[in-house]
Nanobody
């Protein structure tokens, strides 16, 4: 059974940093692509970043490029999202999600591809 558990959220001042973790169980990161999504207050859920299972290729949404970094530790079955230079508009519930991927060298930003979701972790950026 594929399960995902996010952690690392919290309250941070503008300009600060947080590292989110997505701990997986019931699957291998060699076979599942992981994505990070977020949903802010009164906003639709949007993609943040993803990392491909087979190649480790990454994708970032334009507004996160250069500030956020996704990485993975296969042995720990954990994917990280390092978030720097945080802004109030980054305030959201952050979710990690997964889909099985044996062939593609890239990851998709389309959330409809993702079959498994974590419960989310709240990130609040405020002074």
């Amino acid at each position: 059974q594929v399960q995902l558990v996010e952690s690392g959220g919290g309250l941070v001042q503008p300009g600060g940093s947080l590292r989110l973790s997505c701990k997986g169980s019931g699957f291998s990161l060699d076979h599942y692509t992981i994505g990070w999504f977020r949903q802010g207050p009164d906003k639709e859920r949007e993609v943040v970043s993803c990392i491909s299972s087979r190649t480790g290729n990454t994708y970032y949404a334009d507004s996160m490029e250069g500030r956020f970094s996704i990485s993975r530790d296969k042995a720990k079955k954990t994917v990280y999202l390092q978030m720097n230079s945080l802004k109030p508009e980054d305030t959201a519930v952050y979710y990690c999600a997964a889909y099985r991927n044996f062939l593609e060298s890239t990851c998709t930003s389309a959330e409809t591809h993702y079959d498994h979701w974590g419960q989310g972790t709240q990130v609040t950026v405020s002074s």
